[in-house]
Every structure is written in structure tokens, then in C-alpha cells.
């Protein structure tokens, strides 16, 4: 099956420094989304980002298909930027997502 | 417009027990699927419902199981339980079509003792 390789697993940053996180994928895929997962478990959508560039605020993502990577930018961060963030992708007709492990991300005040 | 809606939020059950998971979709949503998320294994896809008909399924044993009823909502029930499904199970749901992002709700944190 598809794989979904994230990287960095951790990331610490101080308050108001940038950060570039990473989503590899092995296939060719239709749908590619961005997620934050706060402490108490909650998954927030950040991108539904297949191909192309988006930016929300302070984020941004990037995906180029034909490379099989997509980009998450999260610049100024903050405080409440902790959390992990996913990447997970869908095949076409496949009907679900698969999970990369995820990015650990601790900013210090 | 209200997001998806998942209850109860946590549930504490005994080895050998069953227990059902509520799952309100967004309204306008037709496809439910479900999530299981643990330290060990991540996110791992439980099973997809559309239309009251389940469409896609991963790669859990017989005792998980779910359906969807006429209003899009959705249970998922798993049987006999053992101490490692003991997790987050997450519900998400999506509009119809391919090119459509999913939403996920706040989720139902399970404890089997």
C-alpha cells in the first residue's frame, strides 16, 4: 500500500520562529490534507491541498503531486501552534485516508 | 453549521464487554468513516459508509463493526473488548464526490480495563 513519510517526528521552537514540515508520499494521490491535533485530541483541518499552493494567516502549504511531497510553512509561530501535525493522503476510489506518523511540534514561550 | 458530532466524549469499559460509538455527520454529509488512533499504530482506517452501505473497510477484525442509518448518522459498535482497543476513535465525514476534504469530529476516547 501507500506509504506516508513525515518529517521532522519532533520539532521545538521558540516563539515567533518559522518551520517547514514535510510529507512524502509513494503513490500518486488525489486527495492530500494538512491537520492539527490539539491536546485533547481534536483533528482541525489546515489544507485539503491535492496539488498546488494555499495560505491561511500564518500558514501555508504546498504540494507538487508530481514529486510526491507536499510542504506545511507555519511562520511566526505561536504558543498555540503546539500540537501534532498530520499529513494523510487518498488514492483515488480508495475511499479513505492513511496517515503519515506525524510532527511533534512543541513552541516555547 | 454545526460540525461532526461524536458521542459520548469518553467511556470506560471491562475486558469481554461490547460498546456502541454515536457519530452525527455534518449536515448535507453522506459519507461516514471511522478511525482508530493509538500511541502504537497512529490513525488507521476502521471502515467507510455511504448511503447506508458500507463501502470501503480496513483491516480490523470481525468484532468492529458499524452501520449508518437513513439521516447519515452512524454507530460503530465493537464487540468483546480487549484491553488494546483501548483508543481515540475518530468519526469523519465528508460530502459526496471524490475531490472533497474530510472532517473529523472531537472523537471518543475509549478505556478498556
Known amino acids: 500500500g501507500i506509504q506516508v513519510e513525515q518529517s521532522p517526528p519532533d520539532l521545538i521552537l521558540q516563539e515567533g520562529a518559522n518551520s517547514t514540515l514535510r510529507c512524502n508520499f509513494s503513490d500518486s494521490v488525489n486527495n492530500l490534507q494538512w491537520f492539527h491535533q490539539n491536546p485533547w485530541g481534536q483533528l482541525i483541518n489546515l489544507f485539503y491541498i491535492p496539488s498546488g499552493t494555499k495560505q491561511n494567516g500564518r500558514l501555508s502549504a504546498t504540494t507538487v503531486a508530481t514529486e510526491r511531497y507536499s510542504l506545511l510553512y507555519i511562520s511566526s509561530s505561536q504558543t498555540t501552534d503546539s500540537g501534532v501535525y498530520f499529513c494523510?493522503?487518498?488514492?483515488?476510489?480508495?475511499?479513505?485516508?492513511?496517515f503519515g506518523k506525524g510532527t511533534k511540534l512543541s513552541v516555547k514561550p | 453549521k454545526a460540525g461532526v458530532t461524536q458521542t459520548p466524549r469518553y467511556l470506560i469499559k471491562t475486558r469481554g464487554q461490547q460498546v456502541t460509538l454515536s457519530c452525527s455527520p455534518i449536515?448535507?454529509?453522506?459519507?461516514v468513516s471511522w478511525y482508530q488512533q493509538t500511541p502504537g499504530q497512529g490513525l488507521q482506517f476502521l471502515f467507510e459508509y455511504f448511503s447506508e452501505t458500507q463501502r470501503n473497510k480496513g483491516n480490523f477484525p470481525g468484532r468492529f463493526s458499524g452501520r449508518q442509518f437513513s439521516n447519515s448518522r452512524s454507530e460503530m459498535n465493537v464487540s468483546t473488548l480487549e484491553l488494546g482497543d483501548s483508543a481515540l476513535y475518530l468519526c469523519a465525514s465528508k460530502k459526496q464526490g471524490d475531490n472533497s476534504p474530510l472532517h473529523f469530529g472531537n472523537g471518543t476516547r475509549l478505556t478498556v480495563t
Open positions: 494523510a493522503v487518498e488514492r483515488r476510489s480508495q475511499g479513505n485516508l492513511i
Open positions: 449536515s448535507g454529509h453522506r459519507s
